[in-house]
């Protein structure tokens, strides 16, 4: 498609602007693969390839969220079931956090962050299941980055009996068609796929770091932590997820084109997930009350003018996964350089705005804005 030549350029000259060394992009409507295109570097001196394998942070959310569904639609579990019935150990004033509350980000144990750490998954999920509430569960809504994630991750272990990377290896990944991707790489399979495994790059990410009692802006080089060996490995369900942008597309074509086949056996299990769960809540991270769906973004919490049935999510400062069921069309932009947040969320933007121009320029559906600038998920 002619107009989507210009989307690539667009982010052609992001890569120019030094925004990221390196990016992915796959385009898809109704099915039919329009864009699935590579640009800038891996590393110095290599080029990217679109079947590199990169980092999507916080874009494997949906992937967990859908699990949890699957386990709901199937009757193993309940939205409302306290986290405290599956997580031993759980405490700390977080008694009545429930797994609704969890994908909605309503827990109350955002700071129980343990993704940098390295530790094994017993000892991180202890570490959260200890860690006092931040507030009481259901008050009001805080981003988990990772902690609720990975309690997500245990539910689902402890409920079906299988460890959360096999779960979505065999439940989600491989009916989808995603054949290259992982959620943890082992040491092996880090050796064997070599190069493919594309280094994630610093380009100017800051997070708010507390000082002297105020907040301050500090780099966050994740290329120190983020590209070792035993992080490439750590199982992280709200985080770690790696594989090319195709691989993420093809995850949003399996919700889009078969809701009730391949990924869910009931149609209404879509609706479910891509329904608006929490709305006129202040997020004290963000501080907006934007929308939210269980486990995903919706229209109204992504930057870009997108479907007002649109949902997916945005990974830090870095990627976006995204599908629009009214316009059949599916978007995953992944890039390899994590640059400030502002800048990010123009980076997002435009490419959003642009795909969406390019490929439904006639809408069929109302489009939204964004109620906030929601730039570090």
């Known amino acids: 498609m002619a107009g989507l030549d210009d989307v690539v350029a667009l982010v052609e000259r992001q890569w120019a602007q030094g925004l990221h060394p390196g990016a992915q992009l796959y385009v898809s409507l109704q099915g039919e693969v329009l864009c699935d295109v590579a640009v800038g570097e891996a590393r110095a001196g290599q080029a990217l390839r679109p079947d590199h394998l990169m980092l999507w942070y916080s874009s494997v959310k949906p992937l967990t969220a859908v699990a949890v569904v699957q386990l709901v639609e199937r009757g193993h579990l309940a939205l409302d079931d306290e986290i405290g019935r599956y997580v031993g150990g759980w405490g700390g004033g977080k008694e009545r956090a429930t797994v609704r509350h969890v994908l909605t980000h309503m827990g109350g144990f955002a700071r129980a962050e343990t993704f940098d750490d390295d530790l094994s998954w017993d000892e991180a999920v202890a570490r959260i299941a200890a860690h006092p509430a931040d507030h009481p569960p259901g008050t009001w809504a805080n981003y988990h980055p990772t902690s609720g994630w990975k309690i997500l991750g245990e539910v689902i272990q402890v409920v079906d009996g299988r460890p959360v990377e096999t779960y979505l290896r065999e439940e989600v990944m491989a009916p989808a068609g995603m054949a290259d991707s992982w959620l943890g790489v082992p040491l092996a399979d880090q050796e064997r796929l070599g190069e493919r495994l594309a280094p994630v790059h610093w380009s100017g990410h800051v997070v708010p770091v507390l000082e ?143 795909v969406y121009a390019a490929v439904c320029p006639e809408p069929r559906g109302p489009r939204v804005a964004p109620e906030v600038s929601l730039s570090s998920t």
């Open 212 to 354: 002297d009692g105020g907040l301050v802006m500090r780099p966050y080089h994740i290329e120190d932590i983020h590209d070792q060996p035993w992080h490439r490995a750590k199982v992280e369900p709200g985080g770690g997820g790696r594989g090319p942008a195709s691989d993420l597309g093809r995850f949003y074509e399996a919700l889009l084109l078969d809701g009730a086949g391949r990924l869910f056996r009931r149609p209404h299990s879509l609706d479910l997930l891509a329904a608006c769960h929490r709305r006129g809540v202040l997020d004290r991270i963000f501080l907006s009350s934007a929308p939210w769906g269980l486990g995903v973004q919706i229209a109204g919490s992504m930057s870009g003018t997108i479907g007002y049935r649109a949902f997916g999510h945005s990974g830090m400062a870095s990627s976006r996964g995204l599908c629009d069921p009214v316009e059949g069309l599916v978007m995953a932009f992944v890039c390899n350089g994590l640059c400030g947040p502002i800048e990010n969320e123009r980076r997002m933007t435009e490419v959003t705005n642009a």
